[in-house]
């Protein structure tokens, strides 16, 4: 599956952002998706994803925060993120597992820096 984030951007401290992953196969189809983040000089960590279609988990870091979901008739995965904060800041991935979680298939990344 090739994904293509979007969403990325600059944002205040408090603010929010959406991010967007368009795969290229039908979003109904896939059952477990996700998002991971990179932060500098770290390793990707599971951000938040969606199992079996339905169940959602997400990172300790972000419950509350950030809402994971999808939108069928569009054919993309969100991750709505709210009250950004500076720790937020990283690469997310949109990412389809084949197996294990964090294998399988990535987007390109889309940069997401929290600053004043």
């Known amino acids: 599956v090739q994904l293509v984030e979007s969403g990325g951007g600059l944002v205040q401290p408090g603010g929010s952002l959406r991010l967007a992953c368009a795969p290229s196969?039908?979003?109904?189809?896939?059952?477990?998706i996700g998002w991971f983040r990179q932060m500098p000089g770290k390793q990707r960590e599971l951000v938040a994803r969606?199992?079996?279609?339905?169940?959602?988990v997400y990172a300790d870091s972000v419950k509350g925060r950030f809402t994971i979901s999808t939108e069928t008739t569009k054919n993309l995965l969100y991750l709505q993120m709210n009250s950004l904060k500076p720790e937020d800041t990283a690469v997310y991935y949109c990412?389809?597992?084949?197996?294990?979680w964090g294998t399988g298939d990535w987007g390109q990344g889309t940069q997401v820096t929290v600053s004043s």
């Open positions: 990412h389809v597992p084949r197996g294990i």
């Open positions: 196969a039908r979003i109904s189809g896939i059952a477990d």
């Open positions: 969606i199992s079996g279609g339905r169940a959602k």
